[in-house]
């Protein structure tokens, strides 16, 4: 049991060490900031020059105090220690859990490997990792009131809930999984035949009501009060503007595995008909429509709802060690092979998952200039670049937290403050003079995955803005001006177009080398830059020398 134990949790903690990969942390960090340095938390936009001063409540400020100070701990690797350890907290949470309720170690250890494995797609630097952990303990401590014991330790519920509800406006499923409980408590008293079990379940159930009228209290005690909840209901046109992938439907060539846990799930639930909790089927049916609505909710039904199955696939498997072919069976799955089966399936989840981010050079603590401007932004510090930005949307919350206040953001990842008039405004505008003029950026930060970057190539935008540095990350245009003359004329790239491999090397010259390896030299660890000088040797003949770009290009990006 020892040796399985740790290897689970060694496996938890290798699989959730990787470098910084969300786009929203950024923005968490500067509102954390402000609330510490101001002790308010912010009413109105102070980071973007497309909404100033619109209101825009920081709903979650907790989270955006408690991950600055792990950054003010720890630095930028403290924000992948955030990540590990609550990864950690609620696999720890779900074992001791399956463990109290005496479901098979070999049971519980594929239970929780199976929710690690959901939550490596969510393991992101977002309140949602400290949001898995306090549903993780709402259904312990429902649980043992449900079984009868530690009643008194629900009062814990409302407590939590406080520091919930300013963390994440998901703490409405804490009042949900409270509900589904007590509904439960009700069914068991209504359909109770002994007089004396009716009388105590009624008590339960007044007990609990209590609690849940406390925890339906407490949702209210944050700076937006019930508009926290009204949010995820009020951004739906938002979000499809942007078409935020996170948003949308799971499907079979991503999710398989979803797929196939959920029609487990479903066949274990009516193998357990009989014995099936109420309050396991209302919330296995509420988070299996919200895993199937919006593919990110698929860990929270992970994180919730397979301790359900691993409890009722134990009740099973006892069941069936009392059939004569259960104790054939018992005989030959002895407690050494379990035991070899199961550290094979994690050696192999291992390879494949941990395997994965060691090679692509995601493994490890801190930031990757792959993903995130870095560079870019020690050119602007060094050069002087700062204003309004135009910015690609992923980008807004790193420039607002490398940039501010010198540089003010186009957008970012706070959907509901730019609402869907300032949205259509942003996406509609054809022209390029008309969207310059329009928003009257100084700058921009342009990410390879923007659409609007094709707005950055037109004869009509370089006629305009002139691209002064380039990596994997994002490339970085300043508009021309007098002022900015000088700066152009000493880093302007005039032949390579990063963004489109179609239209990047129209002029096959000296020049077009020259820049290349002048980007080689800037960023020598970049993989983009190798691949277009592969590229550009293929074109003029040059075989070997792009055999040789196109090997760097693959070893810079892990490939």
Excluded: C
């Excluded at 991950?67 to 955030?82: K, M, Q, R, V």
């Excluded at 700076?223 to 951004?235: A, E």
């Excluded at 692509?360 to 995130?372: H, I, M, T, Y």
């Amino acid at each position: 049991m020892y040796i399985l134990t740790a290897s689970l949790f060694l496996f938890v903690v290798f699989l959730s060490m990787f470098k910084v990969s969300d786009y929203d942390v950024w923005f968490h960090l500067k509102t954390g900031e402000q609330v510490l340095k101001t002790l308010s938390i912010p009413g109105y936009d102070t980071f973007s020059h497309t909404a100033p001063g619109h209101p825009w409540i920081a709903q979650e400020w907790l989270f955006g105090v408690l991950i600055y100070l792990f950054y003010w701990a720890g630095g930028y690797a403290a924000l992948t220690i955030y990540k590990v350890l609550f990864t950690f907290l609620t696999s720890a949470v779900i074992y001791a859990h399956l463990l109290k309720r005496k479901v098979d170690v070999y049971i519980a250890f594929h239970a929780v490997l199976l929710v690690a494995i959901f939550m490596s797609w969510r393991l992101l630097e977002r309140p949602e990792m400290i949001f898995y952990l306090f549903i993780s303990i709402y259904i312990l401590l429902l649980e043992d009131f449900r079984l009868g014991t530690r009643k008194r330790a629900l009062w814990a519920l409302p407590a939590i809930m406080l520091f919930w509800v300013n963390i994440q406006y998901t703490a409405l499923i804490g009042l949900v999984a409270t509900g589904a409980y007590l509904a439960d408590t009700l069914f068991g008293a209504v359909f109770e035949s002994d007089q004396a079990r009716r009388a105590q379940r009624l008590k339960d159930f007044r007990f609990l009501l209590l609690i849940f009228a406390f925890v339906a209290a407490t949702l209210l005690l944050n700076p937006n009060t019930y508009q926290s909840y009204t949010f995820p209901f009020t951004i739906t046109k938002e979000i499809k503007m942007f078409a935020i992938n996170e948003f949308n439907p799971p499907n079979w060539g991503a999710h398989s595995l979803f797929f196939i846990s959920f029609g487990a799930s479903a066949a274990i639930i009516l193998l357990n008909a009989k014995r099936a909790s109420a309050a396991h089927l209302l919330i296995f049916a509420a988070l299996s429509y919200a895993a199937f609505k919006h593919m990110r909710n698929i860990t929270l039904w992970a994180v919730a709802t397979v301790p359900f199955m691993a409890i009722y696939l134990n009740a099973l498997k006892e069941r069936a060690a009392l059939s004569r072919a259960g104790q054939s069976l018992g005989g030959v799955l002895k407690a050494p092979l379990l035991l070899w089966l199961s550290l094979a399936v994690i050696l192999s989840v291992s390879y494949y998952k941990i395997g994965f981010l060691m090679k692509s050079g995601w493994w490890g603590a801190g930031v990757s200039d792959r993903l995130f401007p870095v560079k870019a932004i020690r050119f602007m510090e060094e050069n002087g670049i700062k204003g309004n930005m135009y910015n690609t949307y992923s980008l807004g919350g790193y420039m607002i937290w490398s940039a501010w206040p010198e540089s003010r953001v186009f957008i970012d990842g706070r959907a509901d403050l730019y609402g869907e008039v300032r949205i259509k405004k942003i996406l509609t505008e054809e022209r390029f003079e008309d969207f310059l003029d329009a928003f009257a950026f100084d700058f921009a930060v342009v990410a390879y995955s923007d659409s609007d970057k094709e707005r950055f190539l037109e004869p009509e935008a370089v006629a305009r803005m002139a691209l002064v540095y380039w990596d994997d990350a994002a490339m970085l245009f300043v508009r021309r001006t007098p002022e900015t003359a000088a700066l152009i004329e000493k880093y302007e790239y005039r032949s390579i177009k990063p963004a489109d491999a179609s239209y990047r090397m129209t002029e096959l010259s000296r020049a077009l080398l020259i820049e290349l390896q002048r980007n080689i030299m800037d960023d020598p660890k970049g993989w983009r830059n190798h691949k277009m000088l592969a590229d550009v040797y293929t074109a003029i003949g040059e075989a070997g020398k792009a055999k040789e770009a196109s090997d760097m290009a693959k070893r810079n990006s892990g490939m």
